[in-house]
């Protein structure tokens, strides 16, 4: 088994800046693939931004410029720093690991951003 905890989420104004954390524990080898996704109140979950063991990071089109992906794997942990950020990021972000046959997903980090 794997286990995902996020941390990092908090209320921000607008233009300011979040480092979201995510440590992974358990059979981590299993983890191809890691990223982040987010959901906001009353809209599907949506891609925020991957990273592949190799360290080739993939983001969606809305935060691209502004958010930037990386891992420590001595820490097992991947960071999502999140730069002039905007009131449409706000939504709970969710910690994502993908294994050989599943899917992993942590409890999920609230993010605010006030205008």
């Known amino acids: 088994q794997v286990q995902l905890v996020e941390s990092g989420g908090g209320l921000v104004q607008a233009g300011g800046s979040l480092r979201l954390s995510c440590a992974a524990s358990?059979?981590?080898?299993?983890?191809?693939?890691m990223g982040w996704y987010r959901q906001s109140p009353g809209k599907q979950r949506e891609l925020v931004a991957t990273?592949?063991?190799?360290?080739?990071?993939n983001y969606a089109d809305s935060v691209k410029g502004r958010f930037a992906l990386s891992r420590d794997n001595a820490k097992n942990t991947v960071y999502l720093q999140m730069n002039s950020l905007k009131p449409e990021d706000t939504a709970v972000y969710y910690c994502?690991?993908?294994?050989?046959?599943?899917?992993?997903w942590g409890k999920g980090t609230l993010v605010t951003v006030s205008s």
């Open positions: 994502n690991g993908v294994g050989l046959t599943r899917d992993y």
């Open positions: 358990g059979a981590i080898f299993r983890l191809n693939v």
């Open positions: 990273i592949t063991s190799g360290g080739t990071t």
